[in-house]
Each structure stands twice: as C-alpha cells, then as structure tokens.
T-cell receptor
Framework: SQTIHQWPATLVQPVGSPLSLECTVE??????LYWYRQAAGRGLQLLFY??????ISSEVPQNLSASRPQDRQFILSSKKLLLSDSGFYLC??????????FGNGTRLTVT | AQTVTQSQPEMSVQEAETVTLSCTYD???????LFWYKQPPSRQMILVIR??????QNATENRFSVNFQKAAKSFSLKISDSQLGDTAMYFC????????????FGSGTRLLVRP
C-alpha cells in the first residue's frame, strides 16, 4: 500500500533562517506531488505541484521554492524565512485514478 | 480560474441529527471532480467523499451523501446521524481533469456536533 511521509512535524525557526521540509511517498511510482499551506483557521492554498522529476509548477509567487530530486521525493525550501511564512504545510500525492492523499503536515512557526 | 465557495464558516448540530454543508464552485470545464475532505483537530486531511462530474448519481459513503447539482454548480454534503467524531473542519474541493490534477479548496466550514 502507498504511504506518504512528511517531516518534521513541528518546526520553530527565526526570521532570516533557511527552511527545508521533506516529503516522500512509498508504494507508487511517478506520482503527482503537491505542497499546500494552511494559515490558521483558513483553507488550503496550493503552493507548488510536480508531475515528474525536475518538473515544478509554482502557483503563488513568494519566498519559497520546491524541488523534486527523485521520483518520490518533494522538498520545500526557503533561503530566508519571513514571519508571513508561518503556517501549516501539507504535502500530498496522487497516482492513477486516486484522489489526493495528504501527509500529516508540518507546523512551522517563524519567530 | 476555478473558485470554490463555502458560505458557512461555522455550523453546529445535535448528535444523531442531520446537517447539510453548502458548497458552490465556478468553472467553465465540463469534466472535473468534486471532493469533501474532513480535517479533525489532529489536522490530518481525510477524504470523505468524491463525485465525478459526468456521473448524475449522487455519491454516498455510509452516513455521508452529496447533492450534486451540476447546472447550478452546487455540491452540498449531508451528514446523517451525526456523531461526536464528526466534529471537524470540512473542506469542499474542485479538481479539473487535466494532467496536473490540482485540488482547489474552499475556505472550510467548522462543524461542531453537540452531545
């Protein structure tokens, strides 16, 4: 069966520090991969998605970037965090005819 | 661009009763999917139910059912026999049937089931 791993679960970082959130999927090949952000009490905003290795589409211009170095690995990065980057980040995957399946999320607090 | 609107920020229902959550969407596409996701306090996103736009029959999953009105672009979720564990945020979502399969979410409805 397919599983998705996302880490860390919680992260507290100072303003101006770098960020790296990692997401991996097991049990499937060539999945579509997604990064979403959820501000407190709000809906989910799509940040990036990828339909294949090295293929990244950005939905919202911002301080973040994404990379897909391997088929089942998706990384969300920032060189210098802003206070506004605080939020709950969710990774998701989709393969075949399935709906999106989400990881457990990372709660990021920028101080 | 597609948009999803959930006009009810909060709802409450007595345990064992029925509640309906509203969702409308805007699209010019003819082929798409609609979903309801549940987010409990753990913040995990859990798929509740899905509907293919080409299917006229409303989807049903146990106590959860939808009223899909394609012409009106409406996709409401009915929860029957509400249980305390149904307390959560509920998100309506739209997916265009293209290669990206991006999910576009509404702003959510917070549902409280009262004992």
């Amino acid at each position: 069966s397919q599983t998705i791993h996302q880490w860390p679960a919680t992260l507290v970082q100072p303003v101006g520090s770098p960020l790296s959130l990692e997401c991996t999927v097991e049990g499937t090949s060539n999945p579509n991969l997604y990064w979403y952000r959820q501000a407190a009490g709000r809906g989910l905003q799509l940040l990036f998605y990828s339909v294949g290795i090295g293929q990244i589409s950005s939905e919202v211009p911002q301080n973040l970037s994404a990379s897909r170095p391997q088929d089942r690995q998706f990384i969300l990065s920032s060189k210098k965090l802003l206070l506004s980057d605080s939020g709950f980040y969710l990774c998701a995957w989709r393969g075949g005819n399935s709906p999106l399946h989400f990881g457990n999320g990372t709660r990021l607090t920028v101080t | 661009a597609q948009t999803v609107t959930q006009s009810q920020p909060e709802m409450s229902v007595q345990e064992a009763e029925t509640v309906t959550l509203s969702c409308t969407y805007d699209t010019s596409e003819n082929n798409y999917y609609l979903f309801w996701y549940k987010q409990p306090p753990s913040r995990q996103m859990i798929l509740v139910i899905r509907q293919e736009a080409y299917k006229q029959q409303n989807a049903t999953e146990n106590r959860f059912s939808v009223n899909f009105q394609k012409a009106a672009k409406s996709f409401s979720l009915k929860i029957s026999d509400s249980q305390l564990g149904d307390t959560a945020m509920y998100f309506c979502a739209f997916m265009r049937a293209d290669s990206s399969y991006k999910l576009i979410f509404g702003s959510g409805t917070r549902l409280l089931v009262r004992p």
